[in-house]
């Protein structure tokens, strides 16, 4: 299974397991402070620069995203702003809408995906996996969560890992919850270019229930790599941000882009909807970059950055079929 394809989703996804339950990754940790050190962020940092597309005279720019980013990052939009004035298209991050504001529509959600984040009743976290690998979830959970409520014991391997991952996050001074894709949105909704639909609409029920079908060795699968990138990561992922930050592109070309995300949610997209669901995506958004190239004298975009360097991203997809890419 292509890597890069099972990327796409992991926010969607975790947005409706976790439909009015609160987000795993956003647990306070509280104690001694972390030995790792935080980054500070001071002054106005201009991001990287964009990468381009080229078919003709027509040029395709694109805004590499990362996460997680320095927190307390402030970002200078300048460069994308730019770009957006002459743009006549923009093609945003591909994605699921799973949006539904029936209010007894989201009482059942809620109920479904309450049960779905925990393991039957009467089992715990520690039965679920082998010793060594509950021994380390425990070590790391030591460090980064300390107050832990002790009922979490009973959350499915994949919601407890990725709480404890974004308490790591936390504890390094990085954080998911970028403003800089936010105020790229923004910018790109506010913008005179027309917008390509890149999200897929996907009834709530469905995406459940499909996740009800993951193997408990899937669930294990990324449980074990989300234990790895806490273990072994956390450096790097300090070292990236800081590359992104400042723009220092010939540091992104040579990092590897380990992505435990990716990796687990490559393991949970066995089921035959998630697979059908990734691969309408990237056809979706592939389709609209070739008809900005083929219809507009400069258009805009944003992906994360691992779709940019990676060897089976989008951006090599497009290079294979023909266009010319430039990196900055």
Not at 54 to 59: A, D, K, L, P, V
Not at 90 to 111: A, E, H, K, Q, S
Request: a negative charge; aromatic letters at 8%.
């Amino acid at each position: 299974m292509d890597s890069a394809l099972a990327r796409v989703s992991v926010v969607s996804l975790w947005s409706v397991l976790l439909l009015a339950t609160g987000d795993p990754g956003a647990a306070q940790t509280s104690g001694e402070a972390p030995t790792i050190e935080e980054i500070t962020v001071i002054g106005r940092y201009p991001g990287p620069p964009l990468w381009k597309v080229t078919s003709g005279n027509h040029t395709l720019w694109i805004f590499g995203e990362l996460s997680p980013v320095p927190k307390g990052l402030d970002w200078d939009p300048r460069n994308a702003e730019r770009v957006l004035e002459r743009a006549g298209v923009v093609i945003g991050v591909p994605g699921v809408d799973t949006g539904t504001y029936n209010p007894i529509r989201l009482f059942r959600l809620f109920r479904q995906a309450r049960r779905l984040m925990r393991l039957p009743e009467g089992t715990t976290l520690a039965e679920q996996m082998p010793a060594e690998l509950y021994a380390r979830y425990t070590a790391l959970r030591t460090r980064h969560l300390p107050k832990l409520d002790e009922d979490d014991e009973d959350l499915r391997p994949a919601l407890a890992a990725m709480r404890l991952y974004g308490a790591a996050l936390d504890d390094t001074g990085l954080t998911m919850a970028s403003d800089v894709e936010k105020q790229t949105e923004r910018r790109m909704r506010r913008s005179r270019a027309e917008e390509a639909d890149v999200r897929v609409e996907v009834e709530p029920e469905a995406v459940l229930g499909e996740f009800a079908k993951v193997t408990p060795e899937a669930e294990l699968a990324c449980f074990a790599s989300i234990m790895t990138s806490i273990e072994t990561d956390l450096e790097g992922m300090k070292q990236r941000a800081n590359a992104w930050a400042i723009g220092d592109v010939e540091a992104l070309k040579r990092f590897d882009y380990p992505d435990s995300q990716g990796n687990c949610l490559e393991a949970l997209f066995s089921a035959p909807g998630f697979v059908e669901l990734r691969d309408e995506l990237y056809a979706k958004w592939l389709s609209e970059a070739e008809h900005a190239l083929a219809t507009y004298d400069s258009s805009f975009a944003m992906l994360p950055m691992w779709e940019l360097v990676a060897d089976d991203g989008l951006l090599a997809q497009l290079a294979a079929r023909g266009y010319t890419v430039t990196a900055p």
